[in-house]
């Protein structure tokens, strides 16, 4: 009996420990089951791969207080795709197919992409990384700088939003947010842009800049800073490699002579040039002279200006400001040499041109003015009013002195009409030449050469009643004018005439062949500069701006060069003005000579000269060349004193001409 107690007792003993044992057995072999299949499931929907863990110096787990996240330490590497991740330790967690790591954080994608930094969130579902401390991203051609970034891979952009800098080998980019896309090397900054660039800064709201071609395009209001100059824009494109940028939305490019403002603006810096299209302003501060166009071309380094299409001119350099208007304009500008401070400046207006000056108002098929000899020129059937007086002929010209206009000379073809107290009756005066003095802004002495008609009123002062009507020819007449009619005239050489009562006069006595009075014409304000289109009944059509487009056509590059090799010329032809005599000014033999050696732009065209067409192409592959070179000119001339010619008087009555005087009229 105690033996069967004893084995009852000890098999009950033993009964219970294989229980225990068995129970133990199972619970570990469930854990360790439960920890395999949990570290190979398949990775969460909508992923292709799981983060990979290829090496760690040290893993630890814990099943029960952190269940599914393992922790690495020591030289951590794990690769999700294309995407191969290092640090000094790290978690990670299977069930989210998310890595968290600290320290020494460096991330590759094949020799394309480098990213480091001191903390990295990782998570492969939504393919995601957060990296913060002094986190740099750099690609081949950039690398961005910053202490927060997000990198989303799905797009394959990164973009940090607390500040950040974009480093290629050119520019320094900064703003408070900003994205990067390695792939395609594009960047979009918003938020107090900074681009820096060794020759500028450029300033804006918002940025899109590729690292690779170095061309930013920008939106809101940008400035750009330089050591020759400033442009403001609100939206453009901006190659900051060549220093070359399209500018819209209405811009100013400030240079060391003023600024220039057009709806659209093509700027390039190292060739000093700005080319506008749509409602041009150039004001040139240096000059004191404001140029206008729909379409406009400005050189720098030269000083050239360039305007067509409602082009006008307005120069305020002097207390009567100048207005001129025509199809083109130029303002060429040059020195004769490096030490000359002072440039010479020839302002040109080509095809239906008109002026306003209080003292002088014209129109004519051309204009120019040349700061050398301070002479203002009309070329092609020009007409000029001074006061009263209307001066015509093939050409004129206007002599300045000190700003006042001094002498006006007409040549081939001359006519002057002068209106009297009754607006009916009209001095006039035809002949081969016509030179006019003035005084107070009026004509106070008139000559007239080569087969010289004239009609003139004479005037009883007392009761200021015109009482007969003269008619004279002469070879030679010099009249002199008071108040309101010649106060005495002088003929030279074989001279004829006849004075008939006013009341006896017919129409025909009255005006001389040719002459017409033309106050329809004049410009009576600067307003009246434009030649405007007239519709199908004659009336005036307002002008109406093109479409830029219309203006794509224009070269203001090609122009300046045909300008700059015929500037030569009119230097040269100056120079032979200088050395005239008084009395071999109006000979007509010297001034032809002199005409000939006009640009083709202006003056009258001669029967041996070819067609010109200054609508050249836009392509600037011209201008772009070497053949720039030939712009510049030098002299030995400097610091060249205005001549202008004395007002020298006749003193003579009535009497036969001079041998001398004979032969000059002659020529």
Known sequence: MPDKQYKSKECVKWGRRPNAIVAFALLLLWGITYSFSYSHTAPPPGNKKRILLEHSDSLHYNAIEKPGLQQLRGNVKVRHESWVMYCDSAFLEDATNSFFAYDNIRIL??????????????????????????????????????????????????????????????????????????????????????????????????????????????????????????????????????????????????????????????????????????????????????LYGEYGFFNDSTEYAFSTYHAWLKDYSKKDTLYLAADTMEMISYRDSIQSKKPVRIMRGYHNAKLFRQDLQGKADSVSYFSMDSILTLFQAPIVWNDSTQLEGDTIRAYFAADTLHHTKAWLNAKSMRQLLDPDKFEQIKGDSLLAFFVDRSVKELRAYGEVEMIYFPLQESIKHYFGVGRVKSPYVVAYFAADTIQRAVWLGPAEGTLTPIEQATESDKSLTGLTWKPKMRPLSPQDIFTLKRDSMGQEVAFTPPSLSDLSHFNGAQQALSAYQTISQEVELSRIRATWKPDEVDTVRQEEMARALLPLYIRRPLPEDEPFTWLLSPDLKLFNSNQNESWHYYTDQENQSDPIIPPYRMTLESRPLTNDESASEGR
Request: hydrophobic share 30%; net charge negative.
């Open 109 to 290: 994608e094949g020799d394309s992409l480098t990213i480091t930094g001191g903390q990295l969130d990782y998570y492969g579902q939504d393919r995601m990384a957060e990296l913060r401390y002094d986190v740099e991203m750099s690609n081949l051609t950039a690398t961005l700088y910053t202490d927060s970034l997000s990198y989303d891979r799905n797009l394959g952009t990164g973009y940090y939003t607390e500040g950040g800098t974009i480093v290629d080998s050119l520019n320094t980019l900064t703003s408070i947010y900003g994205e990067y896309t390695p792939s395609t090397n594009e960047a979009i900054f918003t938020d107090e842009v900074v681009l820096e660039n060794p020759d500028f800064v450029l300033t804006t709201d918002y940025l899109r800049y590729n690292t690779k071609t170095k061309i930013a395009y920008f939106t809101g209001p940008t400035t750009i800073v330089s050591d020759s100059g400033r442009i403001e824009s609100t939206r453009g494109v901006y190659d900051t490699e060549k220093d070359v940028g399209i500018l819209l939305d209405r811009s100013t490019v400030f240079n060391r002579r003023g600024t220039i403002t057009a709806d659209s603006i093509f700027y390039d810096k190292p060739l000093s040039f700005t080319e506008c299209f749509g409602s041009m302003v150039l004001n040139d501060t240096i000059n004191k002279a404001n």
